[in-house]
């Protein structure tokens, strides 16, 4: 049986542990929700009184008590829960970003790689079924060659609503703001669909008046591949609207969108014919004692990757998508910063 820790006991940590206890519950892992630190020892309390698990008071101790840790803190404190874990050969799930800086995202990668601990990033929109199902068309070539692709993502300012998430207006406890918040998943899930980025420029504005938060950023980005793209990451303050991705992608005998960006469907259309393709979750996944109602869809979004890492902490094989992976999309990121301060000039990709 693995003992799961948490460091960091805030939504993310209640979607992981909710769809882990799902899958404890379901016999789908061998595991149990053993111990959780949080700098709040009243929301470490309330975390571990759900789960059953004890709360201790630092990181040591946490460690100590657990074969597998998600690192669910703010980015800042990720590399101090790292070295924690590396001191005692924990397996390590790391939520995104993974620093607040490449630099610091280097350095993390070097000192769990150095370990040869098993690690995984919470780039989940790689488990999504409706990405999978996206990157599965364009590989087929049946639509032919991408050509063109058009990324919205917004979400409202996650220091209010469901995320009231203070220190994600910190610049020095988040590194920056929606690119490397929330769109390190855009620009990881792009590469995962459509290959590698030869270069890419950008422009980030600042509306909310959060120092080196920027709640505006647009990334042109042109793919080996020969595919050019263009994503608008947005943070604004309508609270009727959640976390939503919108995709357009034209290939030269096809075009596909989306409007979900978990479940679909795609949409599909031809010279010949217009299809809707379902892309639904894995049988054992709808089967999980999780509710229909929002929590239970969201919290769906992460049960498979986090299976996915419990599955190859236990079977001694890597766990995907590695550290390495979410270095190239921590690259990308960084040179989008370098280009927005220049003004937009383009910069070699990752």
């Given at each position: 049986m693995v003992r799961i820790g948490f460091a960091g006991t805030g939504l993310i940590a209640w979607a992981h542990g909710l769809g882990l206890r799902a899958m404890?519950?379901?016999?789908?892992?061998?595991?149990?929700?053993?111990?959780?630190?949080?700098?709040?020892?009243?929301?470490?309390?309330?975390?571990?009184?759900?789960?059953?698990?004890?709360?201790?008071?630092?990181?040591?101790?946490?460690?100590?008590?657990?074969?597998?840790?998600?690192?669910?803190?703010?980015?800042?404190?990720?590399?101090?829960?790292?070295?924690?874990?590396?001191?005692?050969?924990?397996?390590?799930?790391?939520?995104?970003?993974?620093?607040?800086?490449?630099?610091?995202?280097?350095?993390?990668?070097?000192?769990?790689?150095?370990?040869?601990?098993?690690?995984?990033?919470?780039?989940?929109?790689?488990?999504?079924?409706?990405?999978?199902?996206?990157?599965?068309?364009?590989?087929?070539?049946?639509?032919?060659?991408?050509?063109?692709?058009?990324?919205?993502?917004?979400?409202?300012?996650?220091?209010?609503?469901?995320?009231?998430?203070?220190?994600?207006?910190?610049?020095?406890?988040?590194?920056?703001?929606?690119?490397?918040?929330?769109?390190?998943?855009?620009?990881?899930?792009?590469?995962?669909?459509?290959?590698?980025?030869?270069?890419?420029?950008?422009?980030?504005?600042?509306?909310?008046?959060?120092?080196?938060?920027?709640?505006?950023?647009?990334?042109?980005?042109?793919?080996?591949s020969g595919l050019e793209a263009h994503l608008t990451s947005v943070w604004h303050n309508i609270l009727s609207r959640g976390s939503t991705r919108r995709i357009e992608l034209f290939c030269e005998e096809g075009m596909v969108w989306l409007d979900d960006g978990f479940r679909g469907p795609l949409h599909i259309q031809t010279s010949d014919d217009t299809e809707i393709r379902r892309c639904p979750s894995p049988r054992w996944v709808d089967e999980l004692p999780l509710g229909q109602d929002e929590v239970g869809v969201a919290v769906r979004a992460y049960v498979e990757a986090d299976r996915a890492f419990i599955e190859a902490v236990v079977d001694g094989c890597p766990p995907e998508p590695g550290l390495g992976e979410a270095l190239v999309a921590h690259r990308l990121v960084d040179a989008a910063y370098r280009s927005a301060e220049s003004g937009g000039l383009p910069i070699a990709g990752a």
């Amino acid at each position: 049986m693995v003992r799961i820790g948490f460091a960091g006991t805030g939504l993310i940590a209640w979607a992981h542990g909710l769809g882990l206890r799902a899958m404890i519950e379901a016999g789908a892992i061998d595991a149990a929700i053993a111990v959780a630190l949080d700098q709040s020892e009243t929301r470490a309390q309330r975390f571990a009184a759900a789960f059953g698990a004890e709360v201790v008071s630092d990181l040591g101790r946490l460690m100590e008590r657990c074969d597998a840790v998600w690192i669910c803190t703010p980015t800042v404190a990720h590399r101090s829960a790292v070295d924690a874990a590396v001191d005692l050969g924990r397996a390590i799930f790391c939520e995104k970003p993974l620093a607040t800086s490449l630099a610091g995202a280097q350095a993390l990668v070097t000192a769990v790689a150095t370990a040869q601990v098993p690690a995984q990033c919470g780039l989940v929109l790689r488990s999504a079924p409706v990405f999978r199902a996206l990157r599965h068309l364009v590989a087929s070539g049946t639509l032919g060659r991408p050509m063109a692709a058009v990324f919205r993502d917004d979400q409202y300012f996650p220091v209010q609503g469901t995320y009231a998430s203070q220190w994600r207006a910190d610049v020095a406890q988040a590194g920056g703001g929606c690119l490397i918040e929330h769109s390190i998943h855009d620009v990881d899930i792009l590469r995962y669909c459509f290959g590698d980025v030869d270069k890419l420029s950008a422009r980030t504005a600042n509306f909310s008046g959060h120092e080196g938060i920027e709640d505006l950023a647009t990334l042109s980005l042109s793919f080996a591949s020969g595919l050019e793209a263009h994503l608008t990451s947005v943070w604004h303050n309508i609270l009727s609207r959640g976390s939503t991705r919108r995709i357009e992608l034209f290939c030269e005998e096809g075009m596909v969108w989306l409007d979900d960006g978990f479940r679909g469907p795609l949409h599909i259309q031809t010279s010949d014919d217009t299809e809707i393709r379902r892309c639904p979750s894995p049988r054992w996944v709808d089967e999980l004692p999780l509710g229909q109602d929002e929590v239970g869809v969201a919290v769906r979004a992460y049960v498979e990757a986090d299976r996915a890492f419990i599955e190859a902490v236990v079977d001694g094989c890597p766990p995907e998508p590695g550290l390495g992976e979410a270095l190239v999309a921590h690259r990308l990121v960084d040179a989008a910063y370098r280009s927005a301060e220049s003004g937009g000039l383009p910069i070699a990709g990752a």
